[in-house]
């Protein structure tokens, strides 16, 4: 029986035993059906029963659901509490590469032009990819390197960022964002005393730059997201957009 009829049920036998009482009070019946005892006696009936139906169908399924809710805000708070545990964290060679280079090869990272790599393919590209003064933070959870970000200021002043990668499993849980706004936090402040080599000379704005494969539809979302545009340059009084160029400019 389903829910709405349990409970039309149950009003049914309330409904009914008041309807008796009413009867006892009022006395109003013909002589077949005047006796009290009678009809206290089946509004009695209609009251245990209604009772009886509660405590076997009603009670237990408000309990099930309830349970179930204080075990979905339950499962709610541990990944809330996990992912503040997950905190970013300066890079390690020892503690971290085993983990960046499962990303590089698990994951191809959205950043580069990289389609699918073996083992040794990974590891070779990730010890190129660490050198060259690039700052790389990470995200530990539980010990296990679960994402990384690589980026730099480069020659010309701007930030630019090489690598964003996150363990497929713990995609979708925020770590992207987190470490994506721990760079550009990162980057806009030290833009004001870092300047390049030929960064100096340079008037424009600054900004962040990154490359997106531009086949990989949802790294770019995900930056576009993060109010990165599509780079555009102007030449000959042409504006054109570069096809895999996204920049981030900071508000001051």
């Known amino acids: 029986m389903e829910k709405p009829m349990k409970y039309k049920f149950l009003l049914l036998l309330t409904f009914f035993s008041s309807l008796n009482f009413q009867i006892i009070k009022s006395n109003g019946f013909s002589e077949k059906f005047k006796s009290k005892k009678v009809w206290l006696g089946i509004g009695i009936a209609a009251l245990f029963g209604g009772f009886l139906y509660y405590w076997k169908y009603i009670k237990p399924e408000n309990s099930k659901n309830k349970q179930s809710v204080e075990k979905s805000d339950a499962e709610k708070l541990k990944t809330e509490t996990q992912k503040e545990k997950a905190e970013i964290q300066n890079y390690n060679s020892k503690q971290d590469d085993e983990g960046i280079i499962s990303i590089f090869q698990d ?146």
């Open 107 to 252: 994951n191809p990272s959205a950043l580069t032009d990289f389609e699918s790599l073996t083992r040794e393919e990974a590891t070779q590209q990730w010890h190129i990819e660490r050198t060259g003064g690039r700052t790389i933070k990470v995200i530990r959870k539980d010990s296990k390197t679960v994402g990384f970000i690589s980026y730099i200021i480069n020659a010309l002043g701007k930030g630019y960022i090489f690598h964003l990668g996150i363990e497929q499993e713990y995609k979708g849980q925020g770590y992207g964002k987190k470490l994506l706004d721990y760079a550009i936090k990162n980057l806009v402040s030290r833009s004001k005393t870092e300047k390049g080599m030929f960064g100096k000379d340079i008037k424009n704005d600054f900004y962040i730059e990154t490359y997106i494969n531009p086949s990989n539809s949802s790294a770019i979302k995900f930056f576009t997201n993060n109010n990165f545009i599509q780079k555009t340059y102007t030449e000959d009084d042409t504006v054109y957009k570069v096809e895999n160029s996204y920049i981030y400019m900071p508000l001051e």
